[in-house]
């Protein structure tokens, strides 16, 4: 057995180790975990870049990544505290945005201004507990090549938006949106899809 796998499975040791790592009911690692941990654990992309100020709530129990040439613009929050946030080449994370993994984001891809991306629920299964208190619902998002995600936007767990499919501005995307489509709402649907017969964007009616 790991060492990883000895301290999930003793409940009093896996206690003091999240307790090590990031306070009681703050959900953000301590500063040396910042400096001294995470570069051990987390990839950062040749050239690319996180514009200050933003939140990295990064933790090393979960995989982060940022590939070559991709742009986490100013005021952003990213945490990884639920699940994995893989993050490709050539990828711009708009300003004010929010990514709560797991969420996965490949090459190409964009979101807006003030884009909220997230991969789990809150659990309320138990109506006698807060659902703060409760398992989450972790279902990961995930962002195909080249989709681009409108400013204002929010993108619910378990979603997949497709590849090169564009999502307007303002949209709350509830359901997965197929490849090559332009979609919008609230909730989100599919409004055009790209015929490569015609080579033309085509009004769903």
């Known amino acids: 057995m790991d060492i990883i796998s000895k301290i999930k499975s003793n409940p009093k040791l896996k206690k003091m180790v999240l307790y090590a790592i990031s306070p009681p009911m703050r959900p953000k690692p301590r500063w040396w975990v910042r400096v001294f941990v995470n570069p051990f654990f987390h990839k950062r992309g040749k050239h690319s870049l996180i514009r200050k100020p933003s939140r990295m709530d990064l933790f090393p129990f979960h995989r982060f990544e940022l590939g070559k040439y991709s742009t ?99 949209s709350v995307v509830t359901k997965s949106i197929p490849p090559y489509c332009m979609a919008a709402g609230n909730p989100c649907r599919v409004i055009k899809r790209f015929n490569f017969e015609t080579q033309q964007w085509e009004r769903i009616d």
Do not use: C, W
Request: hydrophobic letters at 45%; charged letters at 10%.
């Open 72 to 170: 986490i613009e100013t005021f952003a929050t990213v945490n990884n505290g639920a699940g994995d946030v893989i993050i490709g080449d050539n990828v711009r994370v708009g300003i004010g945005s929010v990514i709560i993994g797991p969420v996965i984001m490949k090459n190409g891809s964009a979101l807006g201004q003030h884009v909220f991306v997230g991969g789990f629920n809150h659990g309320y299964a138990d109506a006698s507990k807060n659902s703060r208190n409760q398992p989450l619902n972790i279902n990961p998002v995930i962002i195909e090549e080249e989709a681009l995600i409108g400013a204002n936007s929010v993108v619910l767990a378990g979603v997949t938006i497709g590849i090169r499919t564009q999502i307007g501005a303002g």
